[in-house]
């Protein structure tokens, strides 16, 4: 089916990675809109789209729409959301999906009982590496995870000079307030911080965590490291094996293997050493490792109420209120 879509907010994150992604899947543009005449004159022209808003209650309100997209900006995100909600209207929703979990706690009792899917746009579930990290996890090869450690950074551009880290939160960590529980097997159970701060905006957290399942997690968050050079790293550990993802991307699943330096025979054991995977970056191919097609993908699935992975506002509402818990700690 040809999903017709309004799509609210045609700022950097949509116009640079969203809407090039949505457009390759079965859907229509069939409305747009911004606050702003030229982002919106942006878009419009970029992809021929007559029909355009800068009320986006307008645009929620005109007929003929399968569902909305929007990447906005936290308040707007809840406030926009809970509309095109009482309209029957399905939502994918950037990420963070409301400025604080109450508002995002209104947005999924409303989706819930009205029956309406609402997708956040937690792609990291679906970076490729990571996606395959899961799979892994999930296999009966794997077993129980025992711990999970992550380095997720970014740098001080946002917050310089500035001791106000609600961006840094809302738009930074609550991604691994999602990814933590989602690889770790388990819901954010006990919290405990620690953090070093090297002049306003520029800080470095660093997070343990039980989660529900029986894993622990440590987790390193800042604002104090280059975006040009890779920020993520995860390691997720089970009896004597452990996946390792760095950017994303690049897989290694260590497994058992016996020593080799005694063996003058020794390979590479298809059952025993490590397997690695990275993605072939010359390959005329326009393949997303960052995940927001597959992400996109299964929210039209979602759309569809047809069978479908997609976070919900469900797991959006448990990550802010995860970041909200470990603001508190932080006494940030
Ligand atoms: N998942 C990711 O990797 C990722 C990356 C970047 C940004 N984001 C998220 O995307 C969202 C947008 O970020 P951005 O960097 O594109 O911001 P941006 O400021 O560039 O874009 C926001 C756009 O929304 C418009 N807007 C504001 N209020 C509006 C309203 N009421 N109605 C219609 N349009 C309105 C603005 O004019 C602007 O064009 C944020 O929530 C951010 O966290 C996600």
Not at 135 to 148: K, M, Q, T
Not at 274 to 291: F, I, Q, S, V
């Amino acid at each position: 089916m040809t999903h017709r879509i309004g799509w609210i907010g045609c700022g950097t994150h949509a116009s640079q990675m969203l809407l090039p992604q949505l457009v390759q899947l079965d859907v229509e543009l069939a409305a747009v809109c911004d606050t702003d005449p030229g982002r919106l004159a942006l878009i419009a022209r970029r992809y021929g789209i007559r029909d355009t808003y800068t009320d986006a209650t307008e645009l929620i309100a005109r007929k003929g729409l399968d569902a909305v997209g929007m990447a906005i900006g936290p308040q707007a995100h809840s406030t926009l959301g809970l509309a095109a909600v009482e309209r029957g209207l399905p939502v994918f929703l950037e990420k963070p999906p409301a400025a604080n979990s109450a508002d995002a706690e209104r947005l999924a009792e409303t989706a819930a009982r009205k029956n309406v899917p609402v997708v956040v746009g937690f792609m990291k579930r679906y970076a490729t590496g990571n996606r395959i990290a899961a799979n892994i996890l999930s296999s009966d090869d794997f077993g129980p995870v025992l711990g999970l450690m992550g380095w997720y950074m970014t740098a001080p551009t946002y917050f310089t000079g500035a001791r106000d880290y609600d961006g840094f939160f809302l738009h930074h960590c609550v991604h691994y307030m999602d990814l933590v529980p989602f690889l770790g097997g388990g819901a954010i159970e006990e919290i405990s911080v620690r953090t070093a701060e090297n002049g306003p905006g520029r800080l470095l957290i660093h997070g343990s965590f039980t989660l529900s399942g029986g894993a622990i997690a440590s987790i390193a968050m800042g604002t104090v490291q280059s975006r040009g050079n890779p920020v993520e790293f995860l390691q997720i550990t089970g009896d004597h094996q452990r996946v390792e993802v760095d950017n994303v991307a690049d897989v290694i699943w260590y497994r058992d293997p016996p020593f080799k330096a005694d063996n003058a025979d020794a390979v590479l054991a298809a059952e025993t050493d490590a397997l690695t995977w990275r993605p072939n970056l010359t390959a005329a191919a326009n393949e997303d490792h960052k995940g927001y097609r597959a992400l996109l993908s299964d929210a039209l699935a979602a759309f569809e109420q047809a069978p479908s992975d997609a976070p919900t506002i469900a797991d959006g509402l448990a990550a802010l209120q995860a970041l909200e818990r470990l603001r508190v700690k932080l006494e940030l």
